[in-house]
């Protein structure tokens, strides 16, 4: 070894030192599992501060270890080993391969064949389970080993060998199982395992207890096998998994399709992942992952939802399941995927889809009926039934972001029937959504404005006085403005997230000042901007709002009385809406006014306009409205119930554009008292002296 100088050069020495100290501890037989974990976090620790040192240029530690020390941190990735060990090896394994880079794949390559080519079922189970344990660290590093040539066709005939090691069985699955996350591993173990993988699953067990009792006096063993003949319930349920999840991948377009078709159908599958969940929740993990493929399936999807004692297990399984693991993961996918509603296709896209198909000399695409709103409608009524949402609630608070976002998305699905939002608002679904926009990062912006959407539908159909007893209603404002302005990513233009913040805001804006301002702090901005679209229902929905926003006299003050021109353009603007063709738009304008007029400055914004004293006495000229009619007579009143100047301008305009007769026919035509006397007041005050 080069002589080391300096204080540098010693800390690296000490470095190298603590390394090969840790790897002889680890070396070590009969230690306790918490020692081991203590030492493999240490070594973990070492490697992670070694990466970063090593691109300051000093010496990597990782230039010490060696095959064997590599062999010790890999044995530790053992199925065999506690749960806690495996786990700890495993960050020590990626801290490793990060220090060491492409010698370090080197060096996990040889390990790996190495231990294939002496095929002992101890050195099988080794590998496999470095296999499985690496494949999230470095997938393209896994894939490659794993799709050695010769390796996949060599796993059927050592899980066919007579004389069964359920570990090996085991480790193999669980390494198959792994694999299949990447698509190309996918179509490779389709390929080559599809068929021992189905004689697993579609064992019968008369054979194997026939098996039990025979004899074989050529049988031959290895050390670890067992002297069974056939599979054990645990590898077949790993191998419906496996199934589950070639199932999809298949599909109608196999490239090379095989003479017979599969013996095991995807139904298959669901009702023994099914039976499994309710028989056996030992392999519960195993169960729900199966499930989590099998429910892509429309079929599958709609059978669990008709079985109440499945979806309360599932259910359960959740509940008890551990914040950020792989079955909560697993749980929640499921949910999602009995709950998902088929996204609003275009009328452009349809066409396209429509093209694609005769290309396809498909035909006609037919759509999946079990998979319409209505059928989709009744499996979350069914999921709501089972109990998932304080369940969910609990799970949010300790959620990683995958797992907020699916939780996210089961909410938002239940969300769409109006029947379930004022429950869900009492099972804690409003804090829920508050408290999964707060946590996710901004660069999650999907997940947040799912959250924000689902929120505001369940705020336009509950009343905010019993949703927010205990959290306050300004926590919702910002979710809620969040999505006001449409998805700058999104393919199409959405506007439907707008419409539901704005009615939702709106609700909020009915009940107090406060509110009333924060409403306007947080988003003003995006809520003017969207006065001028071209959308009938988003232009309305806007108008509704600020006619709610303005019955604090302080926002009205400052968004529309200060005499800016700001204020004189958003009086302009209000006032054009007053005389849109839509009766809604009307109505929402006419409030607004109604409440604004109150106001000098709003008062000589309208007189100003060329027409505006002809739209305001339009109202009251309406055939068919009353509730139009009544705001007309409230605003004519108010125009003149000022002083000075105000009042001379505003009723000379008045009576200039019609006003008397207005009145009158706006009198004659109604039949509510409480519109007569405001006609009646209104008449008195135009044609009274002030």
Same mark, same amino acid.
């Given at each position: 070894m080069a002589a080391v100088t300096g204080s540098a050069g010693a800390e690296s020495l000490g470095r190298r030192d603590q390394t090969l100290l840790l790897f002889a501890r680890l070396m070590e037989g009969g230690k306790e599992d918490d020692e081991t974990v203590a030492d493999l976090g240490k070594l973990t620790k070492l490697l992670n501060e070694d990466a970063d040192l090593a691109k300051k240029g000093e010496p990597s530690v990782a230039s010490v270890i060696d095959n064997d020390c590599l062999d010790t941190i890999l044995c530790y990735l053992d199925m065999r080993q506690p749960d806690i060990v495996r786990a700890h090896a495993t960050l020590c394994t990626s801290a490793y391969l990060k220090a060491a880079g492409e010698d370090g794949s080197k060096k996990i390559t040889d390990f790996f064949h190495s231990r294939i080519r002496r095929g002992t079922y101890d050195d099988y189970i080794v590998a496999f389970c470095v296999a499985a344990s690496i494949f999230p660290i470095v997938p393209?590093?896994?894939?490659?080993?794993?799709?050695?040539?010769?390796?996949?066709?060599?796993?059927?005939?050592?899980?066919?060998?007579?004389?069964?090691?359920? %570990?090996?069985?085991?480790?193999?699955?669980?390494?198959?199982? &792994?694999?299949?996350?990447?698509?190309?591993?996918?179509?490779?173990?389709?390929?080559?395992?599809?068929?021992?993988?189905?004689?697993?699953?579609?064992?019968?067990?008369?054979?194997?207890?026939?098996?039990? /009792?025979?004899?074989?006096?050529?049988?031959?063993?290895?050390?670890?096998?067992?002297?069974?003949?056939?599979?054990?319930? /645990?590898?077949?349920?790993?191998?419906?998994?496996?199934?589950?999840?070639? +199932?999809?991948? *298949?599909g109608d377009q196999d490239p090379e399709p095989r003479i017979q078709s599969a013996t095991t159908s995807i139904e298959d599958l669901s009702k023994r992942f099914t039976k499994m969940l309710v028989e056996d929740p030992e392999h519960v993990q195993s169960s729900v992952e199966g499930l989590a493929y099998a429910t892509i399936q429309s079929k599958v999807k709609e059978e669990l939802a008709q079985d109440k004692d499945s979806l309360?297990?599932?259910?359960?399984?959740?509940?008890?399941?551990?914040?950020?693991? !792989?079955? &909560?993961?697993?749980?929640?996918?499921?949910?999602?995927?009995? #709950?998902?509603?088929? !996204?609003?296709?275009?009328?452009?896209? %349809?066409?396209?889809?429509?093209?694609?198909?005769?290309?396809?000399?498909? $035909?006609?695409?037919?759509?999946?009926?079990?998979?319409?709103?209505?059928?989709?409608?009744?499996r979350c009524k069914r999921v709501f039934e089972a109990g998932i949402t304080p369940v969910l609630v609990t799970h949010c608070k300790n959620g990683s972001v995958a797992s907020l976002s699916l939780i996210i998305s089961i909410i938002y699905s239940l969300s769409m029937t109006p029947a379930l939002r004022g429950q869900l608002?009492?099972? $804690?679904?409003?804090?829920?959504?508050?408290?999964?926009?707060?946590?996710?990062?901004?660069?999650?912006?999907?997940? +947040? +404005? #799912?959250?924000?959407?689902?929120?505001?539908?369940?705020?336009?159909?509950?009343?905010? *006085?019993?949703?927010?007893?205990?959290?306050?209603?300004?926590?919702?404002?910002?979710?809620?403005?969040? =999505?006001? &302005?449409?998805? !700058?990513?999104?393919?199409?233009?959405?506007?439907?997230?707008?419409?539901?913040?704005?009615?939702?805001?709106?609700?909020?804006?009915? #009940?107090?000042?406060? &509110?009333?301002?924060?409403?306007?702090?947080? $988003?003003?901005?995006? =809520?003017?901007?969207?006065?001028?679209?071209?959308?009938?229902?988003?232009?309305?929905?806007?108008?509704?709002? =600020?006619?709610?926003?303005?019955?604090?006299p302080e926002e009205a003050m400052t968004l529309f009385g200060d005499g800016s021109p700001r204020a004189e353009t958003r009086i302009k603007v209000v006032l054009a809406l007053a005389d849109a063709e839509d009766e809604k738009t009307r109505s929402a304008a006419g409030g607004a006014l109604a409440s604004l007029t109150g106001f000098d400055a709003v008062v000589r914004g309208i007189l100003a306009q060329p027409r505006g004293a002809g739209i305001v006495l339009d109202l009251c000229?309406?055939?068919?409205?009353?509730?139009?009619? /009544?705001?007309?007579?409230?605003?004519v009143h108010n125009m003149i119930s000022h002083e000075g100047d105000v009042y001379k301008l505003a009723r000379e305009k008045l009576l200039d554009a019609g006003g008397v007769e207005a009145l #009158?026919?706006?009198? %004659?035509?109604?039949?509510?008292?409480?519109?007569?006397?405001?006609?009646? /007041?209104?008449?008195?005050?135009?044609?009274?002296?002030?």
């Amino acid at each position: 070894m080069a002589a080391v100088t300096g204080s540098a050069g010693a800390e690296s020495l000490g470095r190298r030192d603590q390394t090969l100290l840790l790897f002889a501890r680890l070396m070590e037989g009969g230690k306790e599992d918490d020692e081991t974990v203590a030492d493999l976090g240490k070594l973990t620790k070492l490697l992670n501060e070694d990466a970063d040192l090593a691109k300051k240029g000093e010496p990597s530690v990782a230039s010490v270890i060696d095959n064997d020390c590599l062999d010790t941190i890999l044995c530790y990735l053992d199925m065999r080993q506690p749960d806690i060990v495996r786990a700890h090896a495993t960050l020590c394994t990626s801290a490793y391969l990060k220090a060491a880079g492409e010698d370090g794949s080197k060096k996990i390559t040889d390990f790996f064949h190495s231990r294939i080519r002496r095929g002992t079922y101890d050195d099988y189970i080794v590998a496999f389970c470095v296999a499985a344990s690496i494949f999230p660290i470095v997938p393209d590093l896994t894939s490659e080993l794993f799709l050695t040539e010769g390796f996949l066709s060599s796993l059927g005939p050592l899980m066919r060998r007579k004389w069964k090691s359920r %570990k090996v069985e085991t480790a193999c699955l669980e390494m198959l199982n &792994t694999a299949c996350m990447q698509p190309q591993c996918r179509e490779a173990v389709h390929k080559y395992c599809v068929d021992w993988l189905e004689e697993i699953v579609d064992q019968d067990p008369d054979d194997a207890v026939k098996a039990m /009792h025979s004899v074989d006096s050529d049988a031959h063993t290895q050390e670890g096998s067992v002297a069974l003949r056939w599979h054990s319930q /645990h590898v077949q349920n790993l191998a419906a998994v496996v199934l589950a999840k070639l +199932r999809p991948a *298949a599909g109608d377009q196999d490239p090379e399709p095989r003479i017979q078709s599969a013996t095991t159908s995807i139904e298959d599958l669901s009702k023994r992942f099914t039976k499994m969940l309710v028989e056996d929740p030992e392999h519960v993990q195993s169960s729900v992952e199966g499930l989590a493929y099998a429910t892509i399936q429309s079929k599958v999807k709609e059978e669990l939802a008709q079985d109440k004692d499945s979806l309360k297990r599932l259910v359960k399984a959740l509940e008890s399941a551990p914040p950020k693991s !792989p079955l &909560t993961y697993g749980a929640l996918s499921i949910f999602v995927n009995l #709950t998902r509603y088929q !996204p609003v296709e275009t009328e452009e896209q %349809k066409k396209l889809k429509q093209l694609k198909a005769y290309a396809n000399a498909a $035909g006609k695409l037919q759509a999946d009926p079990l998979n319409d709103d209505a059928q989709v409608a009744e499996r979350c009524k069914r999921v709501f039934e089972a109990g998932i949402t304080p369940v969910l609630v609990t799970h949010c608070k300790n959620g990683s972001v995958a797992s907020l976002s699916l939780i996210i998305s089961i909410i938002y699905s239940l969300s769409m029937t109006p029947a379930l939002r004022g429950q869900l608002a009492q099972q $804690g679904a409003v804090r829920l959504l508050i408290g999964a926009w707060a946590a996710l990062p901004e660069k999650e912006d999907k997940a +947040r +404005r #799912t959250a924000a959407q689902a929120l505001a539908r369940i705020l336009i159909s509950t009343n905010p *006085a019993l949703v927010f007893r205990q959290t306050p209603q300004s926590a919702a404002i910002r979710p809620l403005t969040s =999505i006001i &302005t449409p998805d !700058p990513n999104a393919e199409t233009r959405d506007l439907l997230p707008t419409f539901e913040a704005l009615l939702a805001l709106t609700n909020l804006a009915s #009940t107090d000042n406060d &509110t009333r301002r924060s409403i306007v702090r947080t $988003g003003w901005d995006d =809520i003017e901007e969207q006065l001028f679209s071209s959308n009938t229902r988003v232009s309305t929905a806007v108008v509704e709002l =600020i006619c709610n926003l303005v019955q604090s006299p302080e926002e009205a003050m400052t968004l529309f009385g200060d005499g800016s021109p700001r204020a004189e353009t958003r009086i302009k603007v209000v006032l054009a809406l007053a005389d849109a063709e839509d009766e809604k738009t009307r109505s929402a304008a006419g409030g607004a006014l109604a409440s604004l007029t109150g106001f000098d400055a709003v008062v000589r914004g309208i007189l100003a306009q060329p027409r505006g004293a002809g739209i305001v006495l339009d109202l009251c000229r309406d055939d068919a409205n009353e509730g139009l009619r /009544h705001r007309g007579a409230v605003i004519v009143h108010n125009m003149i119930s000022h002083e000075g100047d105000v009042y001379k301008l505003a009723r000379e305009k008045l009576l200039d554009a019609g006003g008397v007769e207005a009145l #009158t026919e706006c009198a %004659k035509k109604s039949r509510t008292g409480e519109v007569v006397q405001a006609v009646v /007041h209104a008449l008195e005050a135009l044609l009274g002296e002030n």
